[in-house]
């Protein structure tokens, strides 16, 4: 149905896909895995038209297949659902117009047409995915599963013979992705051929017939089920799992580290409270899904977010910040996850620079009188530049101009700057190729001594390659073994 | 490989540097050598020009607008609008000259009263921006109203000055005392007046906090993120709170010198200031390149502005022409700042 033959693409320097071969027959559900900057969303965007390949021939039912948009790739066959589903929807609107707003953008579509001709032509498009909602609500009373199914709908439209799947069921709940499946299932036995990118076990054991591992832009392994999943991890990250540790006795981490006892981060829930111990020098990696709390978690031990309920107590005494600044003085640093949004600033403010960036957070501790020593700082940026090997012209270089990777070692070295006590590190791998991760991990592993250091992930292989001991986490800690572990 | 693409790169960057480094002094300069050019025409044309006196008396007249302009390039910064400057100081000058004329204070409770009055109206800007979460401009705006309309109330809409009856009836007795009236007409040395030394004073302050200072840090963190400045420990609130309050200290500082300017309250002293000072602040964004808010900009900006103005009325054009300078002045400073600064970001 799909074949791609022999596809590269470059970035300048960067090598995003090297030869890279692919093929979907009819009613084959291929499922792609590969660890952040592997090459997973070059595939996509090729395939979807975004852009295209450097070299390299695409077929689609045996013809070539060279589609200029995204809007041409879908007339030619190929519709693709994407992960963040906020760019592909209008929550004001009525579920009903959400479904054909395609239609409203196609010339062949008449000025006018009438409600009730609207609401019949969107019934049949939410019939495809079995959608059985009201139409006339707007989009936003809807639950996000629900809204996915109306991406898939809408997907679906135009009976596409190939559709791309990224990350279907990242922030959806397993009943909520069976959902999905039951959906796709359908289309499977219509003969539509689909390209699902997911690292979920759950996902790969319901839906894949076949799974294609990328790594480096190349592809590495084609493996048919039943699947070896801790291998196909192996092959993602091209290194042996680490095997995860015993949990630690309170005793030996009392007055060493991080003890969390019976903490709860939803008032009104009967989620199971939370409690873990963190020893110094030991990386904890809380792996799960998108909307799990882990963000709220990490919020919570920075001190930004109210305890519900539970006691946190750091090195044998009670830890109850009440401030970002007070966690900050006290060695308790958090790194956000999306940096733009949570840690750097825009080009507009006249110090985002490296050095700038960099010494935000210490202004008060390092320039007490209030004047800012500039070479101070740039002494403090220029080992932070060493450390990290960020990629620049210097300290005054202005973040912006960074690559992602670099601009990531920029938000991490400022989180060494000062000696911390705890690390929290909230996905510190997004947006990130494989070599700059591979750089932050080595840097993070050199620098844990002596410091807690809690990461959380979604992308369970990003866990295995940084810490110590990985913690499923949804809403709470589950107790779970490795195999439960990957399917997170 | 990955060895000769960096060099690739760098020298890329390089070649690069170097095609946009002549633009990007244009761009430095680009306001600053308009107006040696502009001041350059106007000797030609109008030798008086020139003159030592006539330089004072331009950044005399230059001196409210661009103090307010400072105010509102700092709240700019703080990512806000404070759109209440020009209300703020006309209600200070009727403040000051009602404790002047009308309850007999001496200079020093004329200005103190002034600047009670600045700070109160930041206070409520800032609590209104920070604690009921207002936008900046729409709460701004509302103070702009309600000071407009506060300034009328006590002289029952008029002016003020000795010999005023006010609305219960009763005239006015009291007089400007020469020290006060000095803040706005004395020259220091016979050459320097006194407006454009308290300006000069207040712009150094200014520079040197915003720029030079890690609380200058935290007032631009704030205004370019402030998830990411609250995050690395900033009180962000505080900083706006303190932003508004300095606009309207500043403010109000201008509005004792149009009182001592002008001898008397006026009520329709604050009329353009506030346009005007708006105008100031965003011509400073091309100043420099700094494609930003900054202090010494925005007292560039209105001092350009003044030179303009000036120059022209010298050379005998009607005065109904000034507004229409101006927004040409202010539209060509934006597109120059925007569009260029676009290229140059890539």
Known sequence: ??????????????????????????????????ANGAGKSTIVKILSGVYPGDSGSLELHGKPYAPASPQEAKALGVATMHQSIADSVVPALSVADNLLLDRFNHAATPWFVGPAARLEEARSIAAQVGLDVDLRAPLYTLSLATRQLVTLARALADKPAVLILDEPTASLSSAEAERLFTALDTLRKRGVAMLLVSHRLNDLKRMADRVVIVRDGRLVANLKPPLDFDGAIETMIGRALPKTRERRTVASTANQGLLVRGLKLFPGTDSPPIDFDAARGEIVAFAGPVGGGKSRLARTLFGIEPVVAGTMTLDGKPWHPRSAAEAIRSGVFLVGEDRWNTSLFPDSVPFASIEGTLSFPFLSRWFKAGWINRSRERRQAESAIKRFSIRCNGPEDRVVNLSGG????????????????????????????????????DALRASAAGRVTLVFVSAIEEAFEVADRVLRFDRSIIETSIEDLAGA | MKLGASTEATSAVGTEFRRTSIRTQLERSGILLLLVILGAVFTWREPAFLSVDNLFSILQAASIVALLAVGVSITLAVGGFDLSVGSTAATAQMAASYVLVVWHGNAFAAIAACLALGVGAGLFNGLLITRLRVPDQLATLGTLFLLAGLQLIPTGGRSLATGTILPDGTQTTGSFPAAFLALGRARWLDVVPVPVIVLAVVTLIAVFVMEFTRWGRVVYATGGNETAARLAGAPTARYRVAAYVASGVIASLGGALIAARVGRGDVGAGNSLLLDAVAAALIGYAVWGAKRPNVLGSVVGAVFVGVLLNGLTMLNAPYYMQDFIKGALLVGALAFTFSIGRQATR
Not at chain 1, 9 to 30: H, Q, Y
Not at chain 1, 414 to 430: C, G, I, K, M, T
């Open chain 1, 1 to 34: 149905m799909l074949v791609a033959r022999s596809v590269s693409k470059r970035f300048g320097p960067t090598v995003a896909l090297d030869r890279f071969d692919l093929s979907i027959a009819a009613g084959e559900v291929v499922a792609l895995m590969g």
């Open chain 1, 406 to 441: 670099n601009q990531q070692k920029v938000v991490l070295a400022r989180s060494h700057a000062e000696p911390a006590r705890v690390l929290l590190l909230d996905e510190p791998f997004q947006g990130v190729d494989a070599g700059a991760r591979a750089d932050i991990a």
